[in-house]
């Protein structure tokens, strides 16, 4: 816009096109005689950038015989926990306290001795892995009369969806951040957050694969140095994925199951109360075979009821119309209403009875 003068508007400036424009380097005389701070004004010294941490040994998907030659390790990874999830794990004790009452007693995949002996102290700083399961822990606790507002999607909640998928870009490798993503997937499934349930389930199934524990479920499965009590949590593990992924797909038994049915001699999980004692014997085991006893644990019953769902899942997929297949689905209903009559002998009403009934 141009200037007006005394109500006249003033001309553009006129430039010529005729004269040369002459640029001059600066002298050494200028630039020596500048102040030391001026010249730090103008070239910062950059800060030494932190080395970056060992990335995780991409042949352990790539050619794991090579990294079990080459006896590689996987480094440890820092993770970064937000503020959020610092702020909604204060009181730890509490949310454990609260998580082994509420839902311990229903899904016993954590032991709670070997949770409690590596429970960080109070005046140390925040365990990263900890803090992630101990949020988690929290969360599968949350009733919606806990909250005035109600909204299972919450802060909290996005906060730890995060925090998982950047352990898995950074590497973090830990039996802590399957039971967390196991206790998220019981988490968006009891509130029906679809189609996230569904995923965070195969989440779960690939991460289990990765850490190898889907081998726990055979006699010969024994990791030198892991204690029996570590074995059988590792068990309980693989047990819950396998649950979960027959639970979430009751609905449509036609989709494929994203895990393979348990063979006939694949052991049970232990009695429940001897798991929290932490006394674990080989002579406690159960098979998936072995009849349906009344002194099996609850949690046993819940594997038995999930590897039965299975086979019939397999069953109605099947297309054969033969003699053969009418006998299997005979068998299967037989087995079916034996684990019923077990469970109501007892008076049990439990996962595993609603598991039956569906």
Same mark, same amino acid.
């Given at each position: 816009m141009s200037m007006q003068t005394n109500g006249t508007p003033a001309p553009y400036p006129q430039y010529s096109t005729q004269q040369q424009c002459e640029y001059r380097p600066p002298t050494s005389a200028s630039v020596h005689s500048a102040s030391p701070a001026a010249l730090q004004n103008v070239a910062p010294k950059k800060s $030494? #950038? $932190?080395p970056a941490p060992p990335a995780f040994p991409a042949d352990y998907f790539l050619d794991n015989f090579a990294f079990q030659c080459r006896q590689g390790q996987i480094p440890l990874q820092i993770v970064t926990i937000s503020n959020t999830l610092l702020d909604f794990t204060q009181e730890p004790r509490l949310i454990a306290r609260l998580y082994f009452e509420r839902v311990h007693s229903f899904f016993p995949f954590i032991s /709670? *001795? /070997? +949770?409690?002996?590596?429970f960080p102290p109070a005046y140390a700083p925040p365990n990263p892995i900890s803090t992630i399961l101990i949020a988690c822990m929290k969360l599968v606790s949350w009733s919606p009369k806990d909250d005035p507002i109600r909204d299972p999607k919450s802060p909290s909640y996005y906060a730890i969806k995060r925090t998982l998928v950047e352990t898995?870009?950074?590497g973090v490798w830990s039996l802590q951040l399957l039971q967390a993503t196991i206790l998220l997937s019981l988490y968006e499934m009891g509130h029906a957050i679809y189609p996230a349930a569904y995923i965070t389930v195969g989440a779960c199934i690939r991460y289990a694969l990765a850490l190898g524990i889907n081998e726990s479920l055979t006699m010969n499965f024994n990791s030198p140095g892991v204690m029996p009590l570590e074995q059988e949590e590792k068990r309980r593990a !693989? !047990?819950? @994925?396998? #649950?979960l992924?027959? +639970? @979430?797909?009751i609905g449509y038994? *036609?989709?494929p199951l994203m895990t393979q049915d348990p063979a006939s001699d694949a052991i049970l999980p232990t009695d429940d109360t001897i798991f929290d004692q932490g006394a674990i014997t080989l002579d406690q085991l159960y098979t998936v075979s072995s009849p349906t006893e009344p002194g099996l644990s609850p949690f046993a019953k819940l594997a038995q009821a999930a590897y039965l769902l299975g086979c019939v899942f397999r069953h109605?997929?099947?297309?054969r119309v033969d003699a053969l297949h009418q006998d299997e689905g005979m068998q299967l209903s037989g087995q079916v209403q034996r684990l019923l009559e077990v469970l109501s002998n007892e008076n049990e009403i439990s996962a595993a009875t609603a598991m039956c009934s569906r």
């Open positions: $030494p #950038i $932190p /709670n *001795k /070997n +949770f409690y002996e590596h898995d870009i950074a !693989w !047990w819950a @994925v396998l #649950i992924d027959r +639970f @979430v797909n038994p *036609k989709r109605i997929c099947d297309l």
